[in-house]
Structure formats: structure tokens, C-alpha cells
């Protein structure tokens, strides 16, 4: 977990360091630290999922590896003393680091637990948050990474006043504090009598505050929560904003999201083509049989890196894993065909996932079909705006033309992180975004026509979306298959 860059604001526990030491007063401590390289406990192995990551490790860039410095936390129930710490030895994997105390803020046997801030630039407390933003953590060999598992506990009698033979720390594991997505491109995607071609993606519902330092607990709340504890699949990973996602979505939580569900306006669209995405990932993988509906097998260096996200959980009740609380992705795909080419201009009309063009070639196509008969004779020759509502109520899926002449539609993902294997029940922690994970997302296919834009102000949908609609429902656009790797690595292949 990388740390933060963030002031310490009502902190009752300041650190204990004073400024320059004499030679008498220094005492040194050797520690090393790893970045963690195991399964996480919700891994596939357990059976959850289908997923078909191929070899299962993911060593990610150079850059998202390196620790360039460190800041170490030696506290106990009443104070904290912190030292930083740079130009370690040793191999990369396993650095050697040496840190220098004043004898006068330790005491003899007596319980310290040791955290550790990699990359941070400041000493935490250890309950603090932070709203720090994902480029200043993600900045390269700057990764921010805090303690993987509960903090060790050391307890010495004597502190080594010999810095070339230091007190032992032990060997202590970090984790960054973001996660990442991957994202492959494929398609175009037949549909009907359309192709779609995903050319643009934001990424939604990203949460602004995280811990520093993970946390767990059995209801995704603060009670009897556990600092750095491991997740399993019968706890959750407590968010800082639990207490108002436990009684599910609520305008108000606009405040905890950037570029959240109800603000389609603002979106940070990103281009997600071959000719857009231009970082790829180092998962070493193998062609894996898995074809999409471009008919390749998922190659080596087909996923790019796309972006990094915080942390963002839901706590309670499993429903309250919401469309308006839960982190997504919006693909924005483009539609092309002789039908979309012909309407030049006009609005177009899918009704039971069938394209008819304009409104005149759906009056046409009624002369054969009973069903649409009966909505023309109800809706007239012409669409006004005032029936929008009452045609998308019909089941009828409108779409405007954008500023560029094109058309467009529009899919949501709601990131899937356990993978409880049924796609009418949701499970704990199902939907979520947890730090240290990638999350490797492709499109396999795409077999419905998606929604209309999400800033029109009156759209015709059969099925719009709302942020208090639950993550699965009984009717689907995709799959989603996921698998947990070291950085860790989970592999989602998605199905419209």
C-alpha cells in the first residue's frame, strides 16, 4: 500500500524526533522490506470464478516497484518514534535498509509495532486518511506502499549503538496503496445489423479518501477492525466512507466519488483503441485458447495499462452494493453500418435489440410486425420530446447524433473484485476496488445494443440507469471472469 501525502490533522500521537543527535544518542536498526509477491486469500484456487489467467503472476513496470525511500514507525500505546531512510543494499527484491534513532525516545523491553511508509514523504499516524491524488501516487519509482499484513511486533533489551551492526528489525512486507486496470482491445463487435467499436472508456465512482494503512473487519465497519489484517472471503475491507454506503446509495455521497454516476457531464473519457493505449503491461502471458469476437487468442502484451484507481469497498448488507456506490467503467462505442450511414443525421431506434433506422423506417418495418404496429398507431408518425419517456418506457432505445456526425452507445461495468460464481446472487465483497490489485479487463463480445448517451437530459431507454439499482441483476450484457495474481492480478473478460 503506498503511502500518503498527507498533514496530520488532530493527531494525538506526534512523533517523537528531535533534531540533530550526538553520536552517543544515535542507536541503528536494520530492516528489510519486500513488495508482496503471494496470492492474495480470495484467489481462484479457492473456487470462486472461471477465470483463465495464464501464467497466474504479474510482476508489473520497473517503475511501480521500486522503493526510493522510506519512512519506518517504531509505536507503542503511548507514542511513536519515526526515522527516514535511503540508499539501501541488497537486490531489489529485498532491500536492506538502516535507520537511525535517538536512544532517549526508546525504551528498553517494551512492545513496538513497526509500520512502514514507502515512497510516502511523511510519517502517518496510524488512522490517518488521506485524499491525496492518484497521479501523486503513482508517480514513477515513487509508488506509495505501506505494511501488507499486521505490523510486526519487536521488543528488544539493548538498541546497537554500531551502525555497521544495527539492531534487527526483521523483514516486512508492503503493498501499493492503489490498484490498477488493464484493459485490452478488441473487437469491432457485431451486433444485429451494426458493428460497435469501443473507441472511449471513463472510469466512474472513484472513491477521493482511502486509509493508509488497510483495514478489515467481519461487517466492513470499524468495529473490531483490524489494521493491515488480511481479507478473506468471510470479512470486508473497510472503506472510509462505510458508515454512509451501509445505508446504500444517497445523493450526498457525490461528495466521496469523483466522477460519480449522477455527474455524466464530467467524466474523464480516455481513449481505449490500439492506437489510444501505448503502456503495455509485463503479465507474462501465453496465448490462453480464450478467443473473443475477433477470433485471436489472448497474446502476450495484448493488455495495456490503462489507469489507477483507490481503494473504494461497500460495507453491510451485500445489496447496498449499488450502481451509485460501486467503482465502474462506461465504454463508449461507436456505432457503423449501412442502416447507422443512412439515417445522416436523425435520430435512430433499436426496439427488442433489432436497429430500424429512423422513425420512418420503424413505421415502415411496423407494416410486418404487429408489435411495432402497435406502438406506431399509439406514438404517431413523429417523435416529440415529450414522449421520450413513454417510448423508452415501451422498450424502445434512442440514439441521437454527436457533435462529430457519429453515433454512439453506451455500456456500464461495475468492477467486479470476488467472483462468487453466481451472477443472481451478489457476495461479499463482490463488487470493489482493493488496493494492490490489477484488474484485467477485455470485452469479449457484445450482444445488445447499450445505452443512449448519459447526458442527454431526455433519452429514450428501455432500462436507464440509477444509482440505487443493485451491481447484478437477473438480466445480463456481460460475464466477467477474474483471477487473483501477485501485484495481484485479477483477469475480467466481459461479455455485452
Not at 113 to 119: H, L
Not at 153 to 173: I, M, Q, R, W
Not at 186 to 213: M, R, W
Not at 254 to 266: C, E, I, K, R, S
Request: glycine share 8%; aromatic share 12%; charged share 20%.
Amino acid at each position: 500500500m503506498a503511502a500518503l501525502l498527507v498533514a496530520m490533522v488532530g493527531c494525538n500521537k506526534e512523533p517523537q524526533q528531535g533534531g540533530s543527535l550526538n553520536p552517543e544518542d544515535k542507536v541503528y536498526m536494520e530492516f528489510k522490506i519486500q513488495t508482496l509477491t503471494t496470492r492474495s486469500s480470495t484467489d481462484n484456487d479457492e473456487g470462486y470464478g472461471s477465470s483463465d489467467a495464464n501464467p497466474d503472476v504479474e510482476v508489473g513496470k520497473d517503475y511501480e516497484n521500486v522503493i526510493s525511500t522510506v519512512d519506518v514507525v517504531l509505536r507503542n500505546a503511548n507514542s511513536y518514534v519515526a526515522a527516514t531512510v535511503t540508499n539501501p543494499t541488497g537486490s531489489d527484491d529485498k532491500l536492506t535498509w538502516v535507520a537511525e534513532f535517538n536512544s532517549a525516545q526508546l525504551s528498553v523491553n517494551t512492545d513496538y509495532q513497526v509500520y512502514i511508509y514507502a515512497n510516502c514523504g511523511s510519517r502517518q499516524d496510524v488512522d490517518a486518511v488521506s485524499r491525496e491524488t492518484v497521479a501523486n501516487m503513482t508517480q514513477n519509482n515513487k509508488f506509495w506502499m505501506t505494511n501488507a499484513y499486521e505490523p510486526e511486533t519487536v521488543n528488544f533489551a539493548t538498541y546497537s549503538t554500531d551502525k555497521n551492526n544495527p539492531t534487527s528489525l526483521g523483514e516486512h512486507y508492503v503493498e501499493r496503496s492503489m490498484a490498477r486496470f488493464d484493459y485490452m482491445p478488441k473487437g469491432p463487435y457485431t451486433v444485429g445489423t451494426a458493428q460497435v467499436e469501443l473507441t472511449e472508456a471513463a472510469l466512474i465512482n472513484q472513491s477521493k479518501a482511502f486509509y493508509l494503512l488497510r483495514r478489515v473487519s467481519q461487517d466492513g465497519t470499524a468495529t473490531n477492525w483490524t489494521v493491515g489484517g488480511g481479507e478473506t472471503k468471510a470479512n470486508y475491507v473497510v472503506d472510509t466512507d462505510y458508515a454512509a454506503k451501509n445505508d446504500g446509495y444517497q445523493a450526498a455521497d457525490a461528495a466521496n466519488f469523483d466522477y460519480h454516476l449522477t455527474a455524466a457531464a464530467g467524466w474523464d473519457w480516455q481513449g481505449i483503441t490500439a492506437t489510444d493505449l501505448t503502456v503495455e503491461d509485463n503479465w507474462a502471458g501465453v496465448a490462453d485458447g480464450n478467443t473473443g469476437a475477433a477470433g485471436a487468442d489472448h497474446e502476450l502484451n495484448q493488455y495495456y495499462i490503462w489507469q489507477y484507481a483507490k481503494e473504494n469497498t461497500i460495507a453491510g448488507a451485500v445489496a447496498n452494493q449499488q450502481n451509485g456506490l460501486s467503482t465502474g467503467v462506461v465504454f463508449k462505442g461507436k456505432l457503423t453500418g449501412d442502416i447507422v450511414t443512412a439515417a445522416a443525421g436523425a435520430p435512430i431506434y433499436v426496439f427488442n435489440n433489432t436497429l430500424y433506422g429512423t422513425w420512418a423506417q420503424v413505421l415502415a418495418a411496423a407494416a410486418n410486425d404487429e408489435t411495432l404496429k402497435f406502438y406506431t398507431d399509439k406514438f404517431g408518425d413523429t417523435i416529440e420530446t415529450a414522449e421520450h419517456a413513454a417510448l423508452g418506457a415501451a422498450g424502445f432505445t434512442a440514439y441521437n447524433a454527436a457533435d462529430d456526425g457519429n453515433y454512439y452507445t453506451y455500456y456500464y461495468y461495475w468492477n467486479r473484485h470476488n467472483d462468487n460464481g453466481d451472477n443472481t446472487n451478489m457476495g461479499k465483497m463482490e463488487f470493489a476496488v482493493v488496493r494492490n490489485n490489477v484488474y484485467k479487463l477485455c470485452v469479449d463480445s457484445i450482444k445488445k445494443f447499450g445505452h443512449p448517451d448519459p447526458t442527454d437530459d431526455n433519452p429514450v431507454d428501455p432500462d436507464p440507469v440509477d444509482p440505487t439499482d443493485p451491481d447484478e441483476e437477473g438480466e445480463y450484457y456481460f460475464q466477467v471472469t477474474v483471477k487473483v495474481l501477485p501485484w495481484v492480478v485479477r483477469v475480467n473478460h466481459i461479455e455485452f
